[in-house]
C-alpha cells in the first residue's frame, strides 16, 4: 500500500518561467523502499520533494497521505514526529555544537517524543552512524561541509520518523562517504520508513528501491528494483487510480 499520492500536481514559480515548475504529476511513495527522483536539473524534483514536505504548495492537484495521521494533524499534512526534511541549505545553528543540533528536533517537539526517544543516547547513535561522533562537541564553522551534511541528516533522522524528505543528500559529500550515507538511508528505509530523495549521483541512483525520473516538470520514468542493481519494469498499475 501506497503511504504518499501525488495526484495531479501543478506549480509555477511567478517570475520564474512561463513553464511550470511542475506539470500534471502523478507519482506513487511506498513504505519500506527507498525512491531517488532523478532527472537533470531544473526538471521538478526539488519543487516536488518541497510541496510532499509541507514546505511549499501546489496552484493545482493534492497530496494524499494514505495511512491514518494523529488526532489533529491536517489532513493533507504530516504531524511533526512523522517527516523529516533534509534541504540541501544545511541551515545547521552556528551557535550550538554538533551534537545539540542533531538534538534539536527534540527540544523544539511541541510534544514529548514517544518512548525513550528524548533520550540523548539516540542523538549519539545516530552520530556513531554517519561517522561524525568525534565531531559532536564541535561547532558547525570547526566541521566540513561534509561533515556538516552528515550532521543535517542525522537531525533529520533523530526522530525517526515515518517518511524522510531528502534534497540531494550526498551532495557535498567526498566518494569516500556516498556510500556510507547510501548505506544508512537503505537501512533506515528497510526499516518501513519512506526514504524520498532528490539526487543526480549515478552510485545513489543504482543503490535506491525505485527510480522516478522527471524531465520538464513531468514524470516520463518509474523503475522499480527487486533488489540492489536488478531492474525491473515498472508495475502495470503505476498509473493512480482513485
Do not use: C
Request: hydrophobic fraction near 40%.
Amino acid at each position: 500500500m501506497t503511504l504518499i499520492d501525488v495526484i495531479g500536481v501543478t506549480k509555477r514559480h511567478p517570475g520564474m518561467s512561463e513553464r511550470p515548475a511542475l506539470h500534471r504529476v502523478d507519482a506513487r511513495f511506498y513504505p519500506g523502499r527507498l525512491t531517488v527522483l532523478a532527472g537533470p536539473s531544473g526538471s521538478g524534483k526539488t519543487t516536488l520533494l518541497s510541496i510532499m514536505g509541507g514546505f511549499d504548495v501546489p496552484d493545482s492537484g493534492e497530496i494524499r497521505f494514505r495511512e491514518p495521521l494523529p488526532s489533529g494533524t491536517a489532513p493533507a499534512g504530516l504531524a511533526w514526529s512523522d517527516a523529516g526534511y533534509l534541504p540541501q541549505a544545511l541551515v545547521l545553528l552556528d551557535e550550538l555544537t554538533v551534537a545539540q543540533n542533531v538534538q534539536l528536533p527534540v527540544n523544539l517537539a511541541p510534544t514529548p517524543p514517544p518512548g525513550d526517544l528524548a533520550d540523548p543516547s539516540h542523538t549519539t547513535a545516530w552520530l556513531r552512524a554517519l561517522d561524525i561522533d568525534h565531531l559532536a562537541d564541535r561547532y558547525p564553522s570547526q566541521t566540513s561541509g561534509g561533515e556538516q551534511q552528515r550532521a543535517a541528516l542525522a537531525r533529520a533522522l533523530r526522530l525517526r520518523p515515518r517518511v524522510l524528505f531528502a534534497d540531494e543528500p550526498t551532495g557535498q559529500l567526498d566518494p569516500s562517504r556516498v556510500d556510507l550515507v547510501t548505506d544508512v538511508l537503505r537501512d533506515y528505509a528497510a526499516g518501513g520508513a519512506a526514504v524520498i530523495i532528490t539526487s543526480h549521483d549515478p552510485a545513489v541512483i543504482n543503490a535506491a528501491d525505485t527510480v522516478v525520473t522527471m524531465e520538464d516538470g513531468t514524470v516520463v520514468d518509474v523503475v522499480h528494483r527487486t533488489g540492489r542493481g536488478a531492474m525491473v519494469p515498472k508495475p502495470p498499475d503505476h498509473a493512480p487510480t482513485w
